[in-house]
């Protein structure tokens, strides 16, 4: 392999490909322009098979598989400094309608939009609607799978949208980050549950000769509606901590392990302490995955799920992928079956461009 398993991992599903495959479009006096993108699509089975005491339909369906749209700008301002712009869209390759049914938007989510200078000496800054800096640097060698299967914090943690993030220059492997998201009231009826508040997250990272190490937290805000209610997913007014190590032992073999956790909160609960053990191998035009997480969670009963990805580059453009997930969600209460998943299963077909 070109690069090392440790670094594709850590690239993710997507990253990995973009970086191989994007298309440079302009490149001239020190301005270029790559696009890039996916058209993925696959067929899923299993999962939730009880919600809410409702028992839910999990036969299989054709679906997309996080097919995307790009565009990467850049320009070199000095020898040192230069400036970039992101912007990437989300769209459903299945079907004519989006995810919000909507017929008439070409695209479902912009799911990356900002600007930011880059300074080899100085570091890197950057605002707008990005990947949490946290995902990116402590809990991203978990996320390498196209579907399910990662269960620690993911990209829209505290983040996507009115943020702000400094990362900086590497120092002999070492690497700190620091970003900032804005929640205003501005527009909102006065007295209104919501707050204006500015929410952080940090850490440190540090690389070297395929050991990679990072700690950090996030300061997991409990995000409002404005009637008061909590916005389904978000944080719960405590702080999340986190630890990843990972290592490649020999070329295609990398292991990792993580750790995240966060306090119970006496007005939206949600704490809890979970463990991840996992490995990659690539072999040829293979590459294995396997993971296994420990929950804990302080108002819930522990679970201990477990995933397995396989998948087999047929080109440098096309790859086929196969995953399995079980979530080990099995609650009852008083005898009456809550909430329950079957095993997840699904297999697919990706075209990086």
Known sequence: MKKTLLASAIAGALGASVAAQAATVYDQDGTRLDVYGRIAMAVEGGGTEYSGGQAIENGAEFVDASSRLGLRGQQQISSDLSAFAHVEWRFRADEANNRF???????????QSYIGLRSNTWGTVQAGNFDSFYFQAVTKPFDVYVKEGFEFAGHATQSRGDSIGYISPNLSGFQAFLQAKHYSERGEVEGSERDAE???????????????????????????????????????????YGGTAAYEFVPGFVARVGYET?????????????????????????????????????????????????????????????ELYDSDVDERVGGSQVNKDDVYWVVGARYHF
């Open 198 to 240: 500015i929410v952080t997250q940090g850490g440190l990272k540090y690389e070297a000769d395929g050991l990679r190490l990072a700690l950090g937290y996030v300061d997991d805000k409990a995000v409002l509606n404005t009637g008061g209610s909590r916005v389904s997913g978000t944080g719960n007014d405590e702080v999340r």
């Open 262 to 322: 966060r306090d119970d909160s006496s007005v939206y609960g949600g704490g809890f302490d979970q463990w991840g053990v996992g490995a990659s191998f690539a072999v040829t035009e293979w590459t294995f995955h396997a993971d296994i997480y420990d929950i804990d969670p302080d108002n819930g009963e522990s679970r201990t799920s477990w995933a397995l990805g396989a998948m087999y580059d047929v080109s440098n453009n096309f790859d086929v992928f196969a």
């Open 101 to 111: 049914g909507n017929d008439f938007d070409a695209f479902s989510e912009t799911r």
